[in-house]
């Protein structure tokens, strides 16, 4: 008995044990309306709101198969983090500090949707990434409380036209055009965000592959460092880094991005015609 009562005890002690429960969430669409939902196998149990607004079942249920998922997140912001992995620095130092720059929610796309090249666009890469989602309002949180306003992580990749990073006064164009941010398609929560294994795929071929135990800048010191200067909002992404090297991408090609735990992204390229 006192045994019993001892091992209750320290379970008490340790919330994160009971409730680290894994669970995925997406957006999607069906019927016409678009909703929020949680999955269950095969099925979507419709939520009234945003997970993270802490949005409850309807009741309905939706076979996965007859709903369109979309981008699993409408942020306000959409931050990223450059040079976050030694591999992708190559020789370069490490800075001290996570160095930031911002897409647009415009950028923004789904599973399956199109990357769309601009028609001047001539050195595209892909930057597979695992994605930070917000859950809570975060304005000047500690490293030590960081995780705290976590909702969960997703897949994503972050495009990106090098020709354009390096010829223009900021990296506006070359990060945040149109469909330069896939993103999804399932949110993921209870998983150990700071190591997963992530992975992308370019025309069938492994070309990135590291876990996130190896970035440089963790979430919680991600998220810490930015809430020191934005304010992060409920539904806020923030792209963590790529690792290795990357390649163009070109028309025709499709690119995956998977992490482990949470999903796979998978987007067709095509060069819009000028």
């Known amino acids: 008995m006192k045994g019993a009562v001892l091992c209750l005890a320290l379970l008490a002690g340790v919330p994160s044990l009971v409730s680290a429960q894994k669970q995925e969430y997406v957006r999607y669409q069906a019927g016409g309306t678009t909703w929020y939902g949680r999955l269950d196998g095969e099925t979507i149990v419709q939520l009234r709101a945003a997970p993270w607004l802490g949005g409850t ?31 992708h620095l190559g020789e370069r130092s490490a800075a001290a500090y996570p160095g930031l720059f911002a897409k647009l929610p415009t950028s923004i796309i789904a599973h399956n949707d199109t990357v769309i090249l601009p028609p001047d666009a001539n050195n595209v890469h892909y930057e597979g990434e695992m994605v930070i989602v917000m859950g809570k309002r975060a304005q000047n949180v500690s490293k030590e409380g960081a995780k705290e306003y976590v909702f969960g992580v997703t897949t994503g990749n972050d495009v990106s036209e090098r020709d354009w990073q390096k010829s223009d006064l900021q990296w506006f164009r070359a990060k945040a055009a149109d469909t330069f941010g896939p993103l999804g398609p399932v949110i993921v929560t209870g998983v150990n965000y700071d190591d997963l294994l992530l992975e992308t795929v370019l025309n069938g071929k492994v070309v990135q592959s590291q876990r996130t135990r190896d970035l440089i800048f963790n979430v919680a010191e991600i998220v810490s460092y930015i809430s020191r200067y934005v304010t992060l909002e409920p539904g806020d992404v923030i792209y963590s880094g790529t690792p290795g090297t990357t390649q163009q991408m070109k028309s025709g090609d499709v690119v995956q991005v998977r992490l482990e735990n949470v999903g796979l992204l998978s987007n067709p390229v095509k060069q819009r015609a000028r």
């Open 57 to 87: 079942p309807t009741g309905v249920k939706v076979p996965r198969s007859k709903a369109v998922l979309l981008a699993p997140a409408v942020p306000s912001k959409v931050i990223a983090v450059g040079l976050n992995y030694q591999t």
